[in-house]
């Protein structure tokens, strides 16, 4: 696509004349260079980056997005495995160029579970790429012969997912203990630099407090990563908005990272610190552990206490392999119920806790008794005294019961990016930086290397220090050279 056909296309609301990405010409290029030490094509990897922001912000269709690309995945990765039946609008079947396509649907074995969106692309023919879910899949089929593996891109809808996992977190709490940071890589044994959960420390010109905005993955229920997967590693979980990846399937293009407009992702550049040997799990394969009944799986994840695996099966949870892509998982084995910790829990929130903070409120965001929902439910009624909002408490659970009431407050709440229509499922109450916010990695309360873990992992705050660590770790540049 030429420059001057860019310039005509309508832009997302964060785009500018220097950078299509939110967070900056600076970051977009250091994806660039990421991108072109793979081998895969970088030039694409941008392209799609931009356009899934472009996709989710409304300014461009599914149907347009997944044509405008096909054939390049096919071309560069041999497969095109982004989700579709579920995401086009039915399509007025006349007007399909492929006339035998519904008689083709005769040939598709609905009841093979193993059978891939590719090879039913392949025997419904080129037409079926606009063919939408609910069209092939009333085609004379019950809902039960409809292959698991055709969802993917967003949850589903209220009524038939079982909850929509999110966190209230309150900045005004918040004192940069980082406690969180340790919690997080505690229970994923993460590697150097790979923090899943950060606490950014930033100046912000409106307001001369030290501010801290903590960022985990947002687990957006519109995720642009999810729309760029060739192979559908990344994908949102249908029953409960989880943004997971698929590790057995991740193939390392990056995409995924370059088109998260939040930056929370971290590819496994060496081995890991962890071996897979020190985390608890499930001693099986990943097609071993799929092939059990669902209830035997169940059964030896619990007794296991696997954090590895989820219900499905899938190797989603703890850090990745070498050469894949990771970040946040917002815990699935404990909300599939195989751990020891309870569901509706997450580490950094558990941490938080311990340290008589409290700022992080994770659970069910469809249920109005969740924690999270009542939580911001008695803020947005009650204001406290800044001496109360940077006491400890003294019990985990005098969360439940905040400081004396005020007359109500106009309490502030944002989510991030919120106009580029994400849907992230995190809401944050307190101050949202400003244009002008600069980060102040100085005057941090506490330092990242200062941070001790279960595992004896080196932790280091920036970016540029992860990057530079990774390619060390996979053999190239060496310290001190390149520029992350």
């Known amino acids: ?249 991740c193939i390392g293009c990056r995409y995924c990272q370059v088109a998260c407009p939040y930056g929370v992702n971290y590819f496994q550049w060496g081995e890991p610190d962890v071996p897979m040997s020190d985390l608890e799990h499930l001693d099986m394969r990943p097609e071993e552990v799929r092939s059990l009944d669902e209830d035997e799986r169940q059964e030896m994840l619990s007794e296991a206490n696997d954090h590895v695996y989820d219900e499905r099966g899938r190797w989603t949870d703890s850090r990745p392999p070498q050469g894949v892509m990771g970040k946040c998982t917002m815990c699935p084995s404990r909300q599939d119920e195989h751990t020891d910790n309870p569901k509706g829990t997450v580490a950094c929130q558990d941490a938080c806790d311990e340290a008589g903070m409290s700022a992080i409120h994770f659970g069910d965001l469809d249920d109005p008794e969740s924690r999270p929902n009542t939580y911001l439910e008695r803020r947005q009624e009650i204001e406290e005294s800044p001496k109360e909002k940077s006491e400890k408490f003294e019990d985990a659970e005098d969360y439940e019961q905040p400081p004396a009431p005020h007359p109500e407050s106009q309490l502030p709440t944002f989510r991030l990016l919120e106009d580029l229509n994400t849907s992230p499922n995190i809401t944050y109450i307190g101050n949202q930086p400003g244009a002008n916010a600069t980060e102040t990695p100085e005057e941090r309360p506490v330092p990242y290397e200062s941070l001790s873990n279960d595992w004896g992992v080196e932790v280091v705050a920036e970016r540029k220090e992860h990057l530079d660590y990774g390619a060390r770790a996979n053999g190239g540049v060496s310290e001190g050279e390149g520029d992350a």
């Open 1 to 249: 696509m030429s420059a001057d056909d860019k310039n005509d296309e309508s832009k997302h609301p964060y785009e500018t004349e220097d950078s299509f990405h939110p967070l900056g010409a600076e970051w977009e290029d250091r994806m660039r260079n990421e991108l072109e030490d793979t081998e895969f094509d970088a030039d694409l990897g941008m392209e799609m980056a931009r356009d899934a922001q472009r996709l989710v912000a409304g300014e461009l269709s599914e149907e347009e997005f997944y044509a405008e690309y096909h054939e390049d995945m096919e071309d560069e990765f041999e497969v095109d495995e982004r989700p579709v039946f579920d995401d086009i609008d039915d399509v007025d079947l006349d007007a399909a160029e492929d006339e035998s396509m519904l008689e083709a649907l005769t040939d598709v074995d609905f009841e093979n579970e193993d059978t891939s969106r590719r090879e039913m692309m392949k025997k419904m023919g080129a037409g079926a790429a606009f063919l939408g879910y609910g069209a092939y899949a009333t085609y004379d089929q019950d809902d039960e012969q409809i292959p698991d593996n055709v969802s993917g891109i967003r949850p589903a809808d209220k009524e038939d997912r079982e909850h929509r996992w999110g966190m209230v977190i309150d900045l005004e709490r918040c004192d940069g203990c980082l406690s969180c940071v340790t919690g997080c890589i505690n229970e994923n044994g993460t590697s150097t630099g790979a923090n899943w959960m950060y606490v950014f420390t930033y100046d912000n010109e409106d307001t001369e407090q030290q501010n801290f905005l903590v960022r985990p993955c947002q687990h957006c229920s519109n995720a642009p990563c999810a729309k760029v997967c060739p192979v559908r590693a990344r994908h949102v979980r249908e029953k409960d908005g989880l943004v997971l990846t698929d590790y057995e399937t």
